[in-house]
């Protein structure tokens, strides 16, 4: 985030450079008090009168100016802030949900949206107030001690209830935020996975879940509230009081001769604006919380995102090796030692029982998770020395779990890139489902999203979702369980589109259970506990399995 603060500082420096205006600007009323009773009054000159009433309008005109321009230069700041957060948080939060240790930065937009909102409001003026109001209490005391001494005892004490709002109310947003997050998180699952929850008679359970946590952050946000209005209305108290006092003060002052009613009104009118910026503050104090916490996590995720660069690499032939593959998760090894060698143009099948390691094995190969122990070359290069970004072209991926985007068939196949429509065609063709889509309502152009995506059963968004792994020039294309929702029509067509990748050079790797399918790959390769159990030509590790199958009936 620092070098975002940066590039924001002009704004602050701008606004920190007219507050110095302003706040000088802001004694143009307790002058003009002070020259009414002490000049004015006295003298009883009109010609006086008038002047310094001029010369007050034209002073409060500039300090309406002024504010006004530091108003709209913090909403500048705001924006700015927006545009330049919320393109690399929302690319970080999508690396970090793809990534092994996830953070769970969710709400990382969320927070962005928070930060602009704080700078475009009214609650950042007091940083840019509070420094001067001790140089209003210095004024104070140029006029009388006393008074000065009053309005200090008055600064302290409302200090003091603002530290304790603070101390009573901190710990207790920041849960009530993270409760809140949870909370959210329920509520988008349950929406997501609304089907099953129905069928399966889940909702009242999970509105119950939902209801205690909500609960808490209800209460955890009551109990601070409770605190911080307590303390705000303590602070509005004892502000009454210093205006009584502060004139007591100076009406006792005055009938000594020690002091003028000029002086006296004057002092209590700087002394509100010494006390204004401290009271903004604790008015404002939960937003200030809020934002400082969503400045923290945005910090925390954008620090990946300051690691150089990687190198640019030619572009991808699809020589895959990979060299003893280990990963643990929480003490609890996934994979051992996972050695195999794939030349461009070869397709492996991927096989093994459940919960044996495959899906977790291609992650690693696409470099979504790191290996711990060995590592996954392409083309020599270890994969994460590869700029993802650049790499993606030439990667296909279709996971288990489809998820097709708000946008247009054709926005989907071009990975919601710009669209290439003869590549488009091209892809769609290979992945068989050209006809298909020809036949919906608008083609290509047909929107998926919302309830629109129910046009759409879910092997026609397997294949969509194929043509998408497909589309442009992959040189390494891995599909988990790519047939799971497929009918015979759609099996045939993607076997034809295994034989066309394997035509054109591209390295696939082919996760599956049904044993049809693995007719067309060169080698197999079988996990059993996270570790290799058979690796070889795709002949040889049948016979292999053919024998142990029949082994048991001949001893």
């Known amino acids: 985030m620092r ?16 507050s ?81 240790q996830k953070k769970g930065y969710g709400q990382g937009l969320k927070d962005v949206n928070q930060l602009r909102n704080y700078f475009a409001g009214n609650a950042i003026f007091f940083f840019f107030d509070i420094p001067w109001s001790p140089v209003f209490l210095a004024i104070i005391y140029i006029m009388h001690p006393l008074m000065g001494m009053v309005a200090t005892g008055g600064a302290i004490a409302v200090i003091i209830l603002g530290v304790a709002q603070e101390l009573l109310t901190r710990k207790k947003l920041t849960l009530a935020n993270q409760e809140n997050g949870r909370a959210q998180a329920l509520v988008s699952a349950a929406l997501r996975n609304s089907e099953s929850v129905r069928t399966m008679g889940m909702l009242p359970g999970i509105v119950n879940h939902w209801h205690g946590t909500n609960q808490q952050v209800i209460d955890l946000q009551t109990s601070a509230s409770r605190h911080a209005g307590l303390l705000q209305s303590a602070t509005k108290a004892i502000n009454s009081s210093m205006q009584v006092l502060i004139y007591g003060v100076g009406a006792w002052l005055t009938l000594k001769n020690e ?22 503050g604790m008015a404002s104090w ?57 030349n461009p143009g070869e397709i492996l099948g991927l096989i093994g029982p459940s919960a044996s390691g495959k899906t977790t094995l291609a992650r690693v190969v696409l470099g979504l998770w790191p290996s711990m122990g060995g590592k996954v070359r392409l083309d020599g290069a270890d994969i994460f020395q590869w700029d993802h970004e650049e790499l993606g072209q030439y990667m296909g991926y279709l996971p288990q779990d489809v998820e097709l985007f708000p946008g247009t068939i054709k926005d989907n196949i071009a990975r919601m890139g710009e669209v290439d429509s003869d590549k488009v065609v091209e892809a769609a063709q290979k992945a068989g489902v050209h006809e298909l889509v020809l036949q919906l309502p608008q083609g290509y152009d047909t929107y998926i999203g919302g309830a629109a995506a129910q046009i759409l059963s879910g092997g026609q968004r397997q294949r969509i979702a194929l043509a998408r792994a497909i589309y442009g020039s992959p040189k390494l294309v891995l599909l988990d369980e790519p047939n799971s929702n497929l009918d015979d029509v759609g099996e045939q067509a993607l076997m034809f589109s295994l034989q066309a990748l394997k035509q054109e050079g591209v390295t696939t790797i082919l996760i599956t259970h049904k044993p049809g399918i693995l007719s067309c790959v060169d080698k197999i390769l079988l996990l059993k506990e996270g570790q290799v159990a058979m690796f070889g030509p795709a002949q040889d590790v049948f016979k292999a399995l053919s024998g142990q199958a029949v082994k048991p009936s001949g001893s």
């Open 20 to 100: 110095l205006f302003i706040n000088l600007l802001y004694l143009t009323f307790p002058i003009y008090m002070l020259a009414i009773y002490d000049r004015v009054l006295t003298s009883y000159s009109m010609p006086t009168l008038m002047t310094i009433t001029a010369a007050a309008l034209f002073a409060l005109f500039i300090f309406g100016l002024l504010d006004f321009l530091r108003s709209r230069l913090l909403v500048m700041a705001g924006v700015d802030m927006d545009k330049s957060l919320s393109q690399p948080v929302f690319t970080e939060m999508v690396k970090d949900a793809a990534g092994l």
């Open 3 to 18: 070098r975002f603060l940066v590039k924001w500082l002009k704004y602050f420096f701008f606004a920190g450079f007219f």
């Open 259 to 280: 002091c003028t009613a000029g002086i006296m009104i004057s002092s209590s009118i700087i002394m509100g604006r010494a006390l204004q910026p401290i009271q903004q």
């Open 286 to 342: 939960k937003m200030t919380v809020e934002a400082r916490g969503a400045y923290k996590r945005l910090n925390e995720l954008l620090k990946s995102s300051q690691v150089a660069k990687p190198m640019d690499l030619p572009v991808p032939k699809g020589k895959l090796d990979a060299e003893a593959i280990t990963l643990a998760i929480e003490g609890r090894y996934i994979l051992k030692n996972i050695s195999f060698a794939l």
